[in-house]
């Protein structure tokens, strides 16, 4: 099945550690994307990728770092400066930047207990 | 960057009524979007629509790109439709999709 996948669907973390929230597509898109979700909240980007090697900061990277080493895969780490990181994690992607429709993965919920 | 409103916030319809969803936005777009959020967070693609007018079943959609907003119509609304709707907005001078806050319908059988 072509799609994106995301992992795990839930995360439990203690405040002050490093997570990695894994993001796969199999639908070979160039572009890939991460946003975050607060409760009663539209979506806010964190992170884009428009081709591999290749990513930019969107509104909210302070605290976030990406990668995207293979065309498949845009991981997201949430690192301990992040100051409120308890929130819906979601990946999307399309065929080119911008200009297509985004498709989204099942999501992440991370808790920072 | 671009601000998008969506109006109503809540609706509430019986099931088999008809609605209409609003969406404002505040500048020129590359491509707008409508979503639906189904009570588990999925975010499902309804429509990719920069301009015109697109069905898709029992939904449709217009954008008047020159008037800056688009309306969502769902007719004979069923208890599935129940969900949080979203119109998103692509500015490609910030290469930001930008979200309204969104209209949560509830469908009662």
């Known amino acids: 099945d072509g799609g994106i996948t995301q992992s795990p669907k839930y995360l439990f973390r203690k405040e002050g550690q490093n997570v990695t929230l894994s993001c796969e597509q199999n639908l070979n898109h160039d572009a890939m994307y991460w946003y975050r979700q607060d409760p009663g909240q539209g979506l806010r980007l964190i992170y884009y990728?428009?081709?591999?090697?290749?990513?930019q900061k969107g509104d909210i990277a302070e605290g976030y770092s990406v990668s995207r080493e293979k065309k498949e895969s845009f991981p997201l780490t949430v690192t301990s400066a992040q100051k409120n990181p308890t929130a819906f994690y979601l990946c999307?992607?399309?065929?080119?930047?911008?200009?297509?429709?985004?498709?989204f993965g099942p999501g992440t919920r991370l808790t920072v207990l | 960057g671009i601000q998008v409103e969506q109006s109503p916030p809540d609706l509430i319809l019986q099931e088999g009524a008809n609605s209409t969803l609003r969406c404002n936005f505040s500048?020129?777009?590359?491509?707008l979007q409508w979503f639906h959020q189904n009570p588990w967070g999925q975010l499902i693609n309804l429509f990719y629509i920069p301009s015109g007018t697109k069905q898709n079943g029992r939904l449709s959609a217009t954008t008047v790109a020159t008037e800056r907003y688009s309306l969502l119509y769902i007719s004979s609304s069923q208890t599935t439709d129940s969900g949080v709707y979203f119109c998103?907005?692509?500015?490609?001078?910030?290469?930001?999709?930008?979200f309204g806050t969104g209209t949560r319908l509830t469908v009662i059988p």
């Open positions: 500048d020129s777009v590359n491509n």
């Open positions: 998103a907005v692509w500015e490609g001078g910030a290469n930001n999709l930008f």
């Open positions: 999307a992607s399309s065929s080119q930047l911008g200009v297509d429709t985004q498709y």
């Open positions: 990728s428009q081709i591999v090697n290749d990513f």
